[in-house]
């Protein structure tokens, strides 16, 4: 799941740029991936874009709108794929939406990050991982903006990460992931507090919950049949809303004309 986008292009007189999506916000990472790659002639360009899962509560999608963006506009227009990817990049990047999403889902499968950067400047690996995992909304958006411009925010950021990313770079694995991903849970307590709680509440012996960076909601792993019926039942109990979703084993890509109609 994430985002889709569609663009529409055509010479004409006049120049003319128009946004068509499912939500209500004004996506203006979006905006800037179309304003940097719109081409200098006089055209006419529609871009339609349709979420699959909420913005504004750590799930990627402005980094999935910017990079969906940018390569339906290289795709119609013509423009290597690497501009598109590095434009997304940045205008993620400055905008606010995150610092680092673009480069996580050019790939598929469990992702770790060596060093900054969308390839080949920074240093992405992606392993297999099959599998599914549960999202889980638990409260309204958090403005990730704000608090990414926030350097005391960042600091406490980077103390909760680098002890278990030290342990996760020695040895990368699913399980280690999700350990290290509750412990930068617990010791970040981006909070509020009932989210905090809902994520206690739903962790077993066979089931990892985290929280999404950033946003109030959860991501759920379970190890085995048996705790992912558990892990239904309780969210069932909850009512929290929540989707179960496949880990894509590739990342973002254009489809083929015989996968578009």
């Not at 919950?209 to 019926?229: C, D, H, K, P």
């Amino acid at each position: 799941m994430g985002v889709h986008a569609v663009v529409d292009w055509r010479p004409a007189e006049r120049t003319s740029v128009r946004l068509r999506a499912d939500v209500a916000d004004p996506l203006p990472i979006s905006r800037e991936v179309v304003r940097r790659l719109a081409p200098s002639r006089p055209s006419a360009l529609q871009l339609t874009l349709k979420h699959d899962l909420p913005i504004g509560q750590g799930f990627g999608m402005s980094a999935a709108g910017a990079l969906a963006t940018g390569l339906a506009m290289a795709s119609a227009l013509g423009l290597p794929r690497q501009q598109a990817i590095e434009t997304a990049h940045l205008a993620d990047l400055f905008g606010g939406g995150g610092l680092g999403g673009v480069s996580a889902i050019l790939g598929g499968g469990l992702e770790v990050r060596e060093s900054p950067g969308v390839p080949p400047w920074g240093k992405v690996r992606h392993f297999p991982c099959p599998g599914s995992v549960f999202l889980i909304v638990a409260g309204s958006p958090l403005p990730s903006p704000r608090l990414l411009r926030n350097p005391q925010f960042l600091r406490r950021v980077q103390a909760a990460a680098d002890p278990g990313m030290t342990r996760l770079g020695s040895r990368p694995s699913l399980r280690r992931f999700l350990e290290e991903a509750e412990r930068f849970t617990d010791a970040l307590r981006v909070g509020p507090a009932e989210v905090l709680r809902r994520i206690r509440a739903l962790r077993s012996k066979n089931v990892s919950v985290a929280q999404s960076m950033l946003g109030r909601s959860l991501f759920a792993i379970s190890r085995t049949s048996q705790a992912r019926s558990e892990l239904v039942r309780r969210l069932e109990s909850t009512r929290l809303s929540a989707v179960e979703v496949g880990i894509s084993a590739r990342g973002a890509f254009v489809p083929s004309m015989a996968q578009r109609f």
